[in-house]
């Protein structure tokens, strides 16, 4: 990894740019927004080092990264290109072509679908997922299920931001490194 100092320093000013907006998207949620940080070349710069730099201490070495819809697209790429490994997208249901895999989660009021192309992950490949924020788990364990449905060894979950209070990783039935704890 970077040297610690450098990559803390970076992540402050990460945080530093994440805006908040309250009572979105209902009264009593206050809501941190990423795209803020892509609205600055340097700071998408950072943020592109900060990720490689979490993602390339996994060990052993992931094979594939997969990016849950949507904002997780956003960030999963930048580690797959560098690791020079597959990317391969969870997409909220009906969005995908082909065979695809799908499992249903809780959210606070209801239910949703995620799925994944069948053809995506081979059996024991070693699989990073990534997103942006981890809230209640609902979609990170959704992704776990999904990857290991079709064969794939979640070696880790990597998001962004993490709302601590809501304990979402015990949702998560892997490893979770968090960048940014609120």
Same mark, same amino acid.
Do not use: W
């Given at each position: ?7 803390? !320093? ?12 309250? +009572? *979105?998207?209902?009264?009593?949620? =206050? ?6 940080? *892509? ?6 710069? #950072? ?25 997780? *697209?956003? =960030? ?10 597959? *990317?391969?997208?969870?997409?909220? !249901? ?19 679908? #995620? ?15 990534? +997103? +942006? ?14 990857? !290991? ?11 962004? #931001?993490? =709302? ?5 990783? =015990? ?12």
């Amino acid at each position: 990894m970077s040297n610690p100092l450098d990559l803390e !320093k970076k992540i402050r000013k990460i945080r530093d740019h994440v805006n908040e907006y309250p +009572d *979105f998207p209902k009264p009593g949620v =206050l809501f941190r927004d990423v795209f803020s940080v *892509f609205q600055n070349a340097e700071l998408v710069a #950072m943020l592109r080092e900060v990720l490689i730099a979490f993602a390339t201490q996994i060990q052993p070495p992931v094979e594939c990264v997969v990016g849950i819809d949507a904002r997780g *697209f956003l =960030l999963a790429p930048f580690i797959a290109l560098e690791l020079e490994v597959p *990317f391969v997208p969870v997409r909220k !249901k009906g969005k995908l072509p082909g065979k695809v895999a799908s499992v249903s989660y809780a959210l606070e009021y209801g239910e949703a679908n #995620m799925e994944i192309q069948e053809s995506s992950i081979k059996e024991g490949q070693r699989v990073l997922i990534v +997103d +942006d924020l981890l809230a209640t788990g609902g979609s990170l364990g959704a992704a776990c299920t999904l990857v !290991k449905k079709l064969g794939g060894v979640v070696e880790a979950c990597l998001v962004l #931001m993490e =709302l601590s209070e809501l304990k979402g990783r =015990l949702n998560v039935p892997t490893n979770v490194i968090s960048i940014i704890k609120y």
